[in-house]
Every structure is written in C-alpha cells, then in structure tokens.
C-alpha cells in the first residue's frame, strides 16, 4: 500500500498548492482546500498509523466543513 499511498498524498498536496495559488483571488479556496487536507491526514493516521476516536472526531467535522467552504467558494463564483 506505500505506493497508493505516496501517490495519494502527492495527489492531494498537489490540491492543497494550487489552492493556495488561487487564494489571492478568494482566500475561502485554500481554507476549504486545508480543511479538506487536515481531514484526509485524519483518515491516514487512522488507517496507517493510530486508529482511534480522536480521528474521526476531527476528521469528519473537518471533512463536512472543507465541503461547506468550497461549495461556497462555486456559489460565489457564480455571482
């Protein structure tokens, strides 16, 4: 599983620096794009390396909110 997982990771970091290259124009992107990040590391410490309440505790919350934020995002684009 190293390979998916490197691979995901690069994939999603990825995500989180063109959001942060997109922030100047609406901030919110990279705030919905890190909550997304920090709640996906979640899922990884809780399927690689700890498993534990905590993790979904964070993770999911975090994960509910990053969707909010970005969805925002689309709707005030639209505008």
């Known amino acids: ?5 490197y ?11 063109s959001a942060a290259g997109a922030a100047p124009s609406d901030p919110a ?3 919905g794009a890190a909550l997304f990040y920090v709640s996906d590391l979640c899922v990884a410490r809780e399927r ?3 498993p534990g309440f905590a993790n979904g505790a964070l993770g999911l ?4 909110a990053a969707q909010l934020v970005l969805a925002g995002t689309v709707a005030s684009a639209a505008r």
């Open 29 to 31: 992107i990279f705030a």
């Open 1 to 5: 599983m190293k390979a998916p997982v």
């Open 7 to 17: 691979g995901y990771m690069a994939v999603i970091s990825a995500m989180l620096v």
């Open 48 to 50: 690689f390396v700890t």
């Open 61 to 64: 919350p975090l994960y509910f």
